[in-house]
């Protein structure tokens, strides 16, 4: 059920943060989301749709195997690109329907370095809820997952800190942000979570982006110490949690993507408004037993 909801909380929060997207933020208003609501379907994007692909794989598969879990990517892709992927996905999912080994494709993304981009941990909150009782589960899994499209390390530790995120959110979420620093890998996400730590929570979502970035590079680590201290803020109440992230602009699909898989892994989404459910695209994936 937990990692039901985080699926379902994942695409609230993709096909919410959608409607924003490259809008001004003052725009971002309960007004506003009721006239969107009025113009109809809300539609989820490439964090919902891989999100989708991941979940029905671990449904039949019960582990990561990265082999398939690419020619599932790809597959997907193929039957729907236009969800707005990110810009190298494009070929790297194109590279992988053409029979290319997915390792070499993300080795050899931006000059060898692999893309560093917010791709791995937009998709990977209802993983960490799949795992939940075991954390050192979470950690392998969501690295195994992330390096199928993904072959930089912060991108690698940006979906680390979201699962891991989930996981705590389904135990109880006592101290979310410190249990995710201390299972994060060194580097540039978790210097920002350390800095997300030290802000107060009763702070405006708004300096907070200021100091922690909300995704305007796509990079995982502008965009997911953010999203975890929005999820740390909010954890009983997802409607709350998906404002307070959406008010800060950037990255909006993807931070409360990252938010709605994480908080409603604890909450569901009993709370949420049932006119935005109505006006949510329907997920396409099934439901695991
Ligand atoms: P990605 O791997 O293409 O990474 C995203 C972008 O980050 C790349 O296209 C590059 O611009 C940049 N980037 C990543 N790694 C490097 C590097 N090593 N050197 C230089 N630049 C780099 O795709 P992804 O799957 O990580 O992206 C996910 C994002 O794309 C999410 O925000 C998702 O919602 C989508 N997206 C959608 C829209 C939209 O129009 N709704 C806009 C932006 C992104
Ligand atoms: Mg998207
Ligand atoms: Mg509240
Ligand atoms: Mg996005």
Known sequence: MTVWNSLRGLALGDAFGEQWFLRPTS?????????????????????TAMAQV??????SRGTVEQG?????????????????YGGSMHGVLTA?????????????????????????????APLGAWFAAD????????????????????AVAGAIAVAVA?????????GLLDAVLDRTPNGEVA??????????????????????????????ADTVPFAIWCAARHLDDLVEALWATASAGGDM??????????VAARTGLDGVPAAWLAACEPLTARRPA
């Open 27 to 47: 725009e971002v208003d309960s007004s506003m989301a009721e006239r969107r609501v009025a113009e109809g379907v809300w539609p989820w994007t490439d964090d």
């Open 54 to 59: 991941l979940l029905a794989h671990l449904d």
């Open 68 to 84: 398939a879990l690419a020619a599932e990517f790809a597959s997907a892709y193929e039957a729907d690109p236009n969800r707005a």
């Open 96 to 124: 992988i329907l053409a029979g290319e080994p997915w390792r070499a494709v993300t080795t050899s993304q931006f000059d060898g370095q692999g893309s560093w981009g917010n791709g791995a941990a937009m998709r990977v």
């Open 135 to 154: 954390l050192d589960a979470v950690v392998d899994q969501a690295r195994l997952q992330a390096l199928v499209t993904h072959a930089h390390p912060e």
């Open 166 to 174: 989930a996981a705590t959110a389904v135990n109880g979420g006592e």
């Open 191 to 220: 210097t920002g979570l350390r800095r997300a730590t030290r802000l107060r929570p009763a702070l405006d979502p708004r300096h907070a982006a200021g100091t922690l970035g909300c995704g305007y590079r796509i990079s995982a």
């Open 253 to 262: 699909d993807t931070t409360c993507a990252i938010v709605g898989g994480i």
